[in-house]
């Protein structure tokens, strides 16, 4: 998603972009242009200081990201995957015990329970695409240890309810918010209200490293420990190696790249939002289900996802008229090969299936143009109503 056109070969291709009508699914271009001389300062310094592994930024960052979300403490690690891993590995959950996640999500959700050999429980979704309240409570048997909800394309889900059902449950409940950095409900942010929270930084998400990177938040200074133990090779005292040893740090170059887009992060997902309720606006004539209006800073929308019937024949109808779209996810995760063994039926899921069906992602970056969004929409106007 962030390759460029290969065909374009002008030095403007943004520009030249537009000028035909072409609107990309993700640019990173505009945003590391802007940024590129702070970029490049933050990573000589790294470099001039060869302060590469767990230096002064990573702890500068955890530092910074803990505060921005709320919490007391944050990890860095190598990836959001990473992060979901650790944090179950460092609440001892591991084989026998079942962890409660939802359908529709991006396969590492799922993965990260099967890492640490729990059994991954998969529940369907709402209407909406959050997990389904209902159906986890009524997948809490006596072996669950813990619920990963996801807050999906940037949404805070109902956490409140998942919250009240584990505290009846006495299990924990562990947020996956890889797309829903800042995102704001009530005083508190995405990742303050579990017991440890998993974020990715991959490049494409609202807060995106120049490679791979993810962290851990949470309250719990016992969890927070373990966990800066489990990333460095379980080491508490250099060279005595507790656990499962492996190496799951975060990159001091990346720590520093992240330092600096955190302060651009609250304005990038307001433009994000404005860019949403132009999508609204525009597409509200078209009978197409569009994501409804929240309190302002809930969604964050990491993607903006309408819900259409005959959505691959949009998709290649605006693929024509150069308007790049994304399908998250178009094989739900019960479906996937490498959980094959769980025995879930393929139509387990109505809901994940018909979202799988139906959901198209439309272009949504903070340096999309309302020009883009007028772009794109009318594509979508124009075949939706044949
Ligand atoms: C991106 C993402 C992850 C994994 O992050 P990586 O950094 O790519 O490992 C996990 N969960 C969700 C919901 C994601 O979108």
């Not at 969604?299 to 024949?313: K, P, S």
Request: glycine share 8%; charged share 25%.
């Amino acid at each position: 998603m962030k390759d460029r056109e290969s065909s374009s070969n002008t030095p403007v291709a943004h520009l030249a972009d537009h000028s035909v009508g072409r609107v990309r699914f993700v640019d990173l271009q505009i945003q590391m242009d802007a940024l590129e001389p702070e970029v490049s300062r933050a990573v000589a310094r790294v470099l001039h200081n060869c302060d590469f592994i767990l230096g002064s930024d990573v702890e500068a960052f955890e530092s910074e990201f803990a505060e921005y979300c709320g919490v007391e403490h944050c990890v860095g690690v190598d990836s959001g995957m990473s992060a979901l891993e650790l944090i179950l590995r460092a609440a001892d959950v591991g084989p026998g015990d079942e962890v409660i996640t939802q359908a529709n999500t991006f396969i590492a959700t799922v993965a990260s329970i099967q890492a640490v050999g729990a059994t991954p429980v998969l529940v369907d979704c709402d209407g909406r695409g959050d997990i389904d309240v209902a159906a986890v409570a009524d997948a809490v048997t006596p072996r669950t240890r813990a619920i990963v909800p996801v807050h999906l394309f940037g949404r805070i889900c109902d956490i409140a309810s998942i919250n009240e059902i584990a505290a009846r449950a006495g299990v924990d409940v562990f947020e996956d918010a890889a797309q829903a950095h800042g995102a704001r409900l009530g005083d508190g942010r995405a990742g303050s209200f579990g017991l440890a929270s998993a974020f990715s930084f991959y490049p494409g998400k609202n807060l995106g490293a120049a490679g791979d990177g993810g962290a851990v938040v949470t309250d719990s200074e016992i969890l927070s420990d373990r966990l800066r133990t489990l990333r460095n090779y379980g080491q508490r005292e250099k060279y005595v190696h507790i656990g499962v040893p492996m190496n799951r740090r975060l990159d001091s170059v990346q720590a520093a790249v992240l330092r600096l887009k955190l302060r651009h992060l609250d304005e990038w997902n307001a433009a994000r939002e404005v860019l949403a309720d132009a999508y609204r606006e525009r597409l509200a004539a078209a009978g197409i289900d569009l994501p409804r209006r929240e309190d302002p800073g809930r969604h964050v929308y990491h993607l903006f996802t309408i819900e259409v019937d005959g959505r691959d024949r949009l998709r290649n109808e605006l693929s024509r008229e150069g308007v790049e779209t994304g399908i998250h996810y178009p094989v739900p995760c019960h479906q996937q090969p490498c959980v094959a063994h769980l025995g879930y039926r393929p139509d387990a899921f109505p809901m994940a299936e018909s979202r799988a069906r139906r959901t198209l992602s439309l272009p949504m970056f903070p340096e999309l143009t309302s020009r883009d969004v007028d772009v794109v929409s009318d594509a979508v106007l124009r075949h939706c109503q044949r």
